[in-house]
Structures are given as C-alpha cells and as structure tokens.
C-alpha cells in the first residue's frame, strides 16, 4: 500500500499518515484487510519483482473493507477539521442566511461537524465520535465520494478530483 502514496503530495501524506495510525492503534482489524487484499489480488500479488500489473481500476475498487477503514480514519481525524475556499469571483456571493462573501474573501466550511453530525451520516452504527473501521461498508460510500456527509475534499463542482 505504501508505494501508491510516497510519491503524492503533502497532503495526501497526511491523510496516508492517518490510516496507518489508525491501524495501528486497532490492529484487530489488519487480518480482515489482509484477507480482503488477498481474496481481490489472490496469487498475483506480486508475480514478479517489480511488477504491479495486478493493480487496476477495478481490482482496487474491490478492497471495500480497506476503503470504509481510509473514509473513517478521515472521518474521524481531528487534523482535518476545516475545508477553505475563496471568493474568486468579481462579485459577493450571497448565503441563504443573507450572510455576504466579497470577492477575494476566505472562508472556512467547518466539516468537523458534518462529520459528527447522526442526521448527515445515515448509519445504523451511530457513536460519531468513535472510530468504526467498517462503518461504510453498509452505506456504499466510497473515500472518494464528497458531499454535505464528508467534506475532507471539498464539495460542489470545486471538489479536489
């Protein structure tokens, strides 16, 4: 799993970092990921030194366990609290509340609390301040889906790709 991440960006690290310590701290849930990874990669693994064909789209589409574990250990970092965006646009961007961004304002969406908060999460665990490993294997959402329930990539059509 390490070497699809060293060589990404500083942030990416940090969410990298998460995971690992994450598994760290419940390594009673290494042997379930480990079997997962060896019933989608079976014998191909590694057929050779060096090689990584067995890594696809679809093949990694299919640790699900290994994906639920990254969107909570996310999820659940207190180091990602905050998603910031801009005004760039010529003109204030008016809210619902009335509340006006002038253009070349910063703002600080507070995705902590959306995180937390049981009527954005729907699902049948609850307890949003502990880390469930498997929570979003009932709900199908995957680390990279964005919306009102995570927001640690952003949201709307600004959303980190």
């Known amino acids: 799993m390490l070497w699809l991440f060293f060589p990404s960006i500083a942030p990416v690290n940090e969410?990298?970092?998460s995971v690992l310590h994450r598994l760290l701290r419940h390594q009673e849930i290494m042997n379930e990921?480990?079997?997962e990874?060896?019933?989608?990669f079976g014998d191909h693994l590694y057929p050779?030194?060096?090689s990584t064909d067995c890594?696809?789209?679809?093949s990694v589409r299919?640790?699900?366990k290994l994906d639920s574990v990254c969107r909570e250990s996310f999820r659940t970092n207190k180091g990602f609290t905050a998603t910031d965006r801009t005004n760039v646009g010529g003109e204030s961007v008016i809210l619902s509340n009335g509340v006006a961004i002038p253009p070349g304002q910063d703002v600080l969406l507070n995705s902590w609390i959306n995180h937390?908060?049981?009527?954005?999460?729907?699902d049948n665990i609850g307890n949003y301040e502990k880390f469930e490993p498997f929570r979003h294997?009932?709900?199908n959402h995957r680390v990279t889906r964005t919306g009102d329930d995570f927001m640690l990539f952003g949201v709307g059509k600004h959303v980190c790709p």
Do not use: C, M, W, Y
């Not at 890594?55 to 679809?58: D, K, M, P, V």
């Not at 937390?116 to 729907?122: N, T, V």
């Open 137 to 139: 294997l009932e709900t």
């Open 116 to 122: 937390q908060d049981s009527k954005l999460q729907r």
């Open 37 to 40: 990874q060896s019933e989608v």
């Open 15 to 17: 969410l990298i970092s």
């Open 33 to 35: 990921l480990i079997n």
């Open 62 to 64: 299919k640790l699900v």
């Open 48 to 50: 050779d030194a060096g």
């Open 55 to 58: 890594f696809t789209i679809e």
